[in-house]
Structures are given as structure tokens and as C-alpha cells.
């Protein structure tokens, strides 16, 4: 079975709204494994096939925890080469965030990434839900039809 982790980071419970109606809409699909998580280790990426990432943005980066992982998936040499990827995050005024989530994956990873990336302003609205429901199902589906 298809297995899909979302990842987030969230201070206020901006993001983790979006990372909840994200993996509603995953599970949603049906025959997906999926994964809400906070915090992974570098080495468990491997057992995903797609990987989709909350990241706030907070003084016009990605939070340390996204970064660190990052890092290390760099360091230990840990592929992620055609796994998919997707970026989310709440932002204040210039949402940096999840575009520098996309790119590390794309550039670095090599992931099949999901564009563009989703940015609710603050709280998300109820639209913005259901962009995220979407987004989630969208990933189950494509995983579906690819096994
Ligand atoms: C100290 C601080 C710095 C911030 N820096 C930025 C920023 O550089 N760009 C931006 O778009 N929003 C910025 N924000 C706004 C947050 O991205 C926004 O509050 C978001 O909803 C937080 O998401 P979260 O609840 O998932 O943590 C900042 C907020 C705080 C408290």
C-alpha cells in the first residue's frame, strides 16, 4: 500500500489545520497509508512515497525543524528521487516558506513536486480547506493509479 506523510510544523495551529484537512482529504482516496506527523527522522523519509510538507513562515524562512531534516536527509545521504512532494504553510505578508520547501525538493531531491505550493494567510478559511482536502486526495489518487 501507498504510504503518504504530512509533515508539519505549526506554533499557533495555523499550518496544523492545513496539514489536518490534508490528510483528511489523502485518506479520503481509500487505499493510501497515511501518516500526520510533527516530527520524522531523517531515515524514516524512506518509506514514503510522497511527502508533503507544512512549513509557516517565520522571519522570511522555513522553520529550523524543516531545515534540519532536510540537512541530515542531505547529509546521510538519504534519497528521495521520484518520491512526490508537496508544500503548505500558513503565512503572514511574504510566505517564503513553502516555495523554499519546493525547491529544496525539486533541486536537491529530485522529488516530483506538486505545484504551486499551498499559502493560507493566517487562519485558513474554509475555501482554503478545501484546497488542502484536495490537495490530499490529488496525492492518494495519482499514488493509486501509479501502484
Ligand atoms: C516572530 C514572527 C515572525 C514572522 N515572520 C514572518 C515572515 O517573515 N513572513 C510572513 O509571511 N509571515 C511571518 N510571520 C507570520 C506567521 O507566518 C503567521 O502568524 C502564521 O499564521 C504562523 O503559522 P503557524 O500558526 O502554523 O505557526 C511571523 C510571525 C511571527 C510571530
Not at 506527523?37 to 512549513?55: I, M, P, Q, R, T
Request: hydrophobic fraction near 40%; aromatic fraction near 8%; charge should be negative.
Amino acid at each position: 500500500m501507498s504510504k503518504i506523510l504530512v509533515l508539519y510544523y505549526s506554533r499557533t495551529g495555523n499550518t496544523e489545520k492545513m496539514a489536518d484537512a490534508i490528510a483528511e482529504g489523502a485518506r479520503s482516496a481509500g487505499n493510501v497509508e497515511v501518516e500526520l506527523n510533527y516530527h520524522v527522522e531523517a531515515e524514516e523519509l524512506d518509506k514514503f512515497d510522497a511527502v508533503l510538507v507544512g512549513a509557516p513562515t517565520y522571519h522570511h524562512d522555513m522553520p529550523m525543524d524543516t531545515k534540519t531534516l532536510f540537512e541530515e536527509a542531505a547529509v546521510k545521504g538519504i534519497s528521495l528521487k521520484g518520491k512526490v512532494g508537496g508544500a503548505f504553510g500558513s503565512y503572514g505578508w511574504s510566505g517564503e516558506a513553502p516555495k523554499l520547501v519546493l525547491e529544496i525538493m525539486k533541486n536537491k531531491f529530485e522529488m516530483q513536486v506538486t505545484e504551486p505550493p499551498l499559502l493560507a494567510n493566517y487562519v485558513p478559511d474554509q475555501n482554503m480547506l478545501d484546497k488542502c482536502r484536495d490537495l490530499g486526495k490529488r496525492v492518494s489518487e495519482s499514488l493509486i493509479h501509479a501502484a
